[in-house]
Each structure stands twice: as C-alpha cells, then as structure tokens.
C-alpha cells in the first residue's frame, strides 16, 4: 500500500513569507501528527489531528497552524516565516493515534523548508 | 516533562563489529518505546516497537531491550554493515502525550 506522502519535498522562502505543506496518510489512517526537525532541537512535536480534529498541539507560536480534511489528508501552515523556521518537516500517520498505547506510526519523507 | 536522552551522540565502528545503541528517559511510567532509523535527509522508518509489559523485541539483526524502572532500552546491532550506518532515534510514548524523541546517535559503519 502506498506509504505516508508529503508534498512538496524541497522549498525555499523568503522571510515574512507564508507557506503551506501537505501529507497524505496511508489509507484508512485517522490520525496525522507533524513533527519539526532540526539539528539543534531534534524533533519536536507541533500538533495530531485525528478525525479533522486537533487532538494534541506541541509548543510553538501561532504561527504555525494545520487542518486535516474529511479524507484524512492534513496541511500545516507557517505564517511571517522567520529564520528559524528553516528544517525538516515530517508528518506521520497512525490508525489509533499518539498516546493510544498500540501506536506505530508511519513517517513521511518530510519537506525541507529553507527560509532566507 | 518527559525527557528522552541517547549516548552516544555519534559512533563510528568497523563492519562486522557489534554494538548497542543506548536510551533513558525520565519518566518510567511509559505505554511503550520505539526505536526508528532515518537516513540522510529522509524520513523515520520504524525499526522495533516495545511495548511497556515486554522486555525486549528482535528482528533480524537488532535486538532492543527495555528495562521500566532504570528508564533505559539499548538497541543491540550484530554483525554491523556498511549499509547500517544512519541516524537511530528512540522515542516514547507516555499518558496522554506524543511521542518523544531523543536526539539520535549518528552510526558510521567502515568497510
């Protein structure tokens, strides 16, 4: 079956600029979470959707915000791009979801944001 | 606050050798952890899921262990190859939050 799918892979933006990315999980997968990835920081958390709702959000500004549609595809969206906002942004689907106890989740290959 | 910590941060070993990858986290009240692999660039690609009431879990070459109380897993890598060498992170999943990843230990296998 087709794998988690992140679109588009590499991106380049200027500061103060928006952006919009997107993932499509693997069919029958309720949940999406995105996962922002840098050297220094690692992985952290931004947010799950599950069922078009956002079930957990991690810790960062407003920002950065997301939806997931009535198919289970889920876009993020990083408004007045700054600097620091350049990595690797992965999503990962799920069925049951994070924090369910039987979770695997199923990673994209990530889009890479360069702000300049 | 969970906390997920992995020493060493990078390693570097001749193929064939065995070596084991260490994880601790802070809070041992835990569902279950996993250990992913990510090459240069890419993804995570999930390797071995553990869950809390087990102690370990094997495929093929890797063997991840998980010790509760000490807040530790190990990932054990038999026979190491060129092919191996990628970044291996460990993540938890604990109460009502995501998972939690460490930094990762970047694996250089030499032929």
Redesign the interface.
């Known amino acids: 079956k087709a794998g988690?799918t992140?679109t588009p892979r590499y991106l380049i933006k200027t500061r103060g600029q928006q952006v919009t990315l997107s993932c499509s999980p693997i069919s029958g997968h309720r949940s999406v979470?995105w996962?922002q990835q840098t050297p220094g920081q690692?992985?952290q958390?931004l947010f799950?959707y599950f069922s078009e709702t956002q079930r957990?959000k991690?810790n960062f500004p407003g920002r950065f915000s997301g939806r997931q549609f009535s198919n289970s595809r889920s876009e993020m969206n990083v408004s007045t791009l700054e600097l620091g906002d350049s990595a690797?942004y992965?999503c990962?689907s799920s069925w049951a979801g994070?924090?369910?106890?039987?979770?695997?989740?199923?990673?994209?290959?990530?889009s890479?944001l360069t702000v300049l | 606050k969970q906390e997920v910590t992995q020493i060493p941060a990078a390693l570097s070993v001749p193929e064939g050798e065995n070596l084991v990858l260490n994880c601790s986290f802070t809070d041992s009240a835990i569902y279950n952890l996993q250990w992913f692999r990510q090459d240069p660039g890419k993804g995570l690609t999930s390797l071995l899921l553990i869950q809390s009431s087990q102690r370990e879990q094997t495929s093929g070459r890797l063997n991840a262990s998980l010790d509760k109380s000490s807040g530790r897993s190990t990932l054990y890598i038999a026979a190491s190859q060129p092919g191996d060498s990628a970044t291996y992170l460990c993540a938890v999943e604990s109460g009502n939050t995501p998972l939690v990843f460490g930094k990762g230990t970047r694996l250089s296998v030499i032929a």
């Open positions: 988690v992140q979470s996962y690692g992985l958390f799950e957990n991690g690797l992965l990962a994070q924090a369910s106890g039987a979770n695997v989740l199923t990673f994209g290959a990530g890479r």
